[in-house]
C-alpha cells in the first residue's frame, strides 16, 4: 500500500462548478499537509498547506484535513478554464528532513468553458 | 523573496552524451536543495537532496551524480546518459529552518534523451 493515494483521473467539469480533489494517507504521523497545482511542462506551484486538522481557505480555494479519516481534500469554488492543471498533494511529519515529504501521483482537473 | 533558477528548460541528447543541469536559489541562505524526477503520469521520485556544501545524499542508485559547489547552487550530472534517463527534472529547495513545512520547485528541464 502507498503511503498517499491519489485518484490520477483525468477529472472533467464544466466552468463554474464546485471541484473536490482528494488524497488519502495511511501515515498517522503526517501532521504538515501541501496542495500543489502543476501546469503542462511547469514545476509544481504550492497552492496551499496546512498543519494538522481542520479547513484553511485562500481566496476560491479550501484545503481541508480529517486525520481521524487519515483524509484530506482541496476544493475548487467557481471553477475556471485557468484552473485545469495537475493537482499533487504532499504531505510530511512536522519539521521532518524534506527527504520525507511524501507526494500523491496528481490528479489532472479539465475545466470546460 | 526567494527565487529558485533552473536551465536548460528543454534538451535534447544522445545517449552517451554527458549531462549538466544547473539550479540556483536567490534570496535566501544555506537551503535544502534537492533534485526530483517525473516521469510522463507517474510522481515525483526523489534523486538527491543536499543540506550544505559538499553534502549530498543520494535516494535512488542509477546513472545520475549531484553536486554542490556553492550555498545556492545545486548541479544535476551525467557522464553517459542512458534513454531511461529521459524525463522531467525539477529542482528545489525548502528553508533550512522548516525542511519538512514546504518545498518550492524550479520550472523543471525536461529531457529527451535519443
Known amino acids: 500500500q502507498k503511503e498517499v493515494e491519489q485518484d490520477p483521473g483525468p477529472l472533467s467539469v464544466p466552468e463554474g462548478a464546485i471541484v473536490s480533489l482528494n488524497c488519502t494517507y495511511s501515515?498517522?504521523?503526517?501532521?504538515?499537509f501541501m496542495w500543489y497545482r502543476q501546469y503542462s511542462r511547469k514545476g509544481p506551484e504550492l497552492l496551499m498547506y496546512?498543519?494538522?486538522?481542520g479547513n484553511k481557505e485562500d481566496g476560491r480555494f479550501t484545503a481541508q484535513v480529517d486525520k481521524s479519516s487519515k483524509y484530506i481534500s482541496l476544493f475548487i469554488r467557481d471553477s475556471q478554464p485557468s484552473d485545469s492543471a495537475t493537482y499533487l498533494c504532499?504531505?510530511?511529519?512536522?519539521?521532518?528532513?524534506?527527504?520525507?515529504?511524501?507526494f500523491g501521483s496528481g490528479t489532472r482537473l479539465s475545466i470546460r468553458p | 523573496s526567494q527565487t529558485i533558477h533552473q536551465w536548460p528548460a528543454t534538451l535534447v541528447q544522445p545517449v552517451g552524451s554527458p549531462l549538466s543541469l544547473e539550479c540556483t536559489v536567490e534570496?535566501?541562505?544555506?537551503?535544502?536543495l534537492y533534485w526530483y524526477r517525473q516521469a510522463a503520469g507517474r510522481g515525483l521520485q526523489l534523486l538527491f537532496y543536499?543540506?550544505?556544501?559538499?553534502?549530498i545524499s543520494s535516494e535512488v542508485p542509477q546513472n545520475l551524480s549531484a553536486s554542490r559547489p556553492q550555498d545556492r547552487q545545486f548541479i544535476l550530472s551525467s557522464k553517459k546518459l542512458l534513454l531511461s534517463d529521459s524525463g522531467f527534472y525539477l529542482c528545489?529547495?525548502?528553508?533550512?529552518?522548516?525542511?519538512?513545512?514546504?518545498?518550492?520547485f524550479g520550472e523543471g528541464s525536461w529531457l529527451t534523451v535519443v
Open positions: 534570496g535566501t541562505s544555506n537551503p535544502n
Open positions: 496546512t498543519y494538522s486538522s
Open positions: 504532499a504531505m510530511s511529519t512536522y519539521y521532518s528532513s524534506a527527504s520525507k515529504i511524501i
Open positions: 528545489a529547495w525548502t528553508p533550512d529552518s522548516a525542511p519538512g513545512n514546504t518545498i518550492y
Open positions: 501515515n498517522s504521523a503526517f501532521q504538515y
Open positions: 543536499s543540506v550544505g556544501i559538499g553534502q
